[in-house]
């Protein structure tokens, strides 16, 4: 049975209840592999149920093999406290499709008596083979007020030098802090390789992180019919710098929006990238996985 990162709030169990059992059928395949570069299993599970309906006895499993069934033959798994990091170090060992990040989520970081405790708890997970990324980490001013910003920042610098100590990818959550984010980048050094997750900028954003040579990770938010900004960064972004994720159970495509999401899903945002950056479809997946094995290194 799947180990859950923590006990789900009131209203994630209220979300639980309306989403179960709604997920959307499958897509056409996609005619090459490619990889959810950022998803969360364990709270796709326990928000959401098993993809598919599957056997609820091996829900990662079941997750991985519905995937694989349209292409989608790879998973990152993001850790977002100290719980859900160590789960996905673990679930990484025991599935080879699925690699794992470790990181405290920026939202995270301001409620932690001892943050520096539970960044230790991190780099000690950093070590292992099967992680391969730091994050997701970063900058979140939407939800945390001034008084929270200090240690976001703190923990952001302290992501930013375990990545580096270990040589693994970093994992950006940027959420309404675009001029920050690349400030806290600049002053401390990037890493060499850096994915912004989700990525929510405009094109002039876009272009400052494609100078800088940074991985841009686009979800289904790109098929939203008023995210006319991000499918122009998305249009100017060389293929080689383009990933695509899930963050499921959240931001689910188009035509399924509001509906729990999944890496099977995958296929929906690929085509809608594919036809923002003018590119053949075919050619576009294979630049997706060879841009996943290059951030996160061999499954």
């Not at 292409?71 to 599935?95: F, H, I, M, N």
């Not at 910003?149 to 802090?177: M, N, T, W």
């Not at 900004?229 to 080689?240: I, W």
Request: aromatic share 6%.
């Amino acid at each position: 049975m799947l180990s859950l990162m923590s006990e789900p709030t009131e209203s994630r169990r209220e979300r639980a209840r309306r989403r179960a059992g709604e997920f959307p059928p499958a897509p056409e395949p996609l005619p090459r592999p490619v990889l959810d570069s950022h998803t969360h299993l364990d709270i796709t599970v326990s928000e959401a149920g098993v993809p598919g309906g599957g056997p609820a006895d091996d829900p990662v499993g079941t997750a991985i093999a519905l995937a694989t069934k349209v292409g989608v033959d790879r998973l990152v798994q993001v850790g977002v406290d100290v719980a859900s990091s160590q789960w996905g170090a673990d679930t990484a060992e025991r599935y080879p499709a699925v690699l794992a990040t470790v990181a405290l989520h920026p939202n995270e970081a301001p409620r932690l008596t001892d943050l520096d405790e539970a960044l230790r708890q991190i780099e000690s997970l950093a070590a292992r083979d099967r992680v391969r990324g730091i994050g997701e980490t970063g900058m979140d001013f939407f939800r945390t007020g001034d008084e929270g910003r200090a240690a976001q920042e703190q923990s952001f610098r302290a992501h930013i030098a375990i990545a580096k100590r270990y040589g693994k990818a970093l994992v950006i959550h940027d959420r309404d802090a675009h001029a920050d984010v690349l400030r806290i980048l600049d002053d401390e050094g990037a890493p060499d390789r850096v994915v912004l997750h989700c990525f929510s900028g405009d094109a002039d954003f876009a272009r400052e992180c494609v100078r800088r040579g940074y991985l841009l990770s686009f979800a289904g938010t790109v098929t939203f019919g008023s995210a006319t900004a991000l499918r122009e960064a998305a249009a100017l972004t060389p293929v080689d710098q383009i990933l695509v994720e899930t963050d499921a159970p959240y931001l689910t495509p188009t035509p399924y929006r509001g509906r729990p999401n999944a890496s099977y899903l995958i296929p929906l945002t690929v085509r809608a990238l594919a036809a923002t950056t003018g590119s053949d479809l075919d050619e576009l997946c294979a630049a997706i996985s060879a841009t996943g094995d290059s951030a996160f290194g061999p499954w």
